[in-house]
């Protein structure tokens, strides 16, 4: 079954301010736990929150992308 999901690419300035573990909250409360990661920074602080955020509010990650150079 198809779900629908949101490109965090599309909400990075929420990411900025909030941070990855509030807008994964926030868009899991709104019915949206399916996220393509893109344009995050893959910092350790931004991996950990988003292994959380599977956990503790059902978030599923369908896409990934990043460098394969460490986040600054």
Known sequence: MARI???L???RDQVRELGVAEVLRRLA???LP???VSQVAM???NVAAMVRA???HGI???AL???MEPAR
């Open 60 to 62: 599923e990650f369908g």
């Open 29 to 31: 409360e709104a019915g």
């Open 5 to 7: 999901g949101v490109q």
């Open 54 to 56: 599977r956990g503790d």
């Open 43 to 45: 910092t350790a602080e």
């Open 9 to 11: 690419m599309t909400v």
């Open 34 to 36: 399916v996220v393509e």
């Open 65 to 67: 992308s990043g460098t």
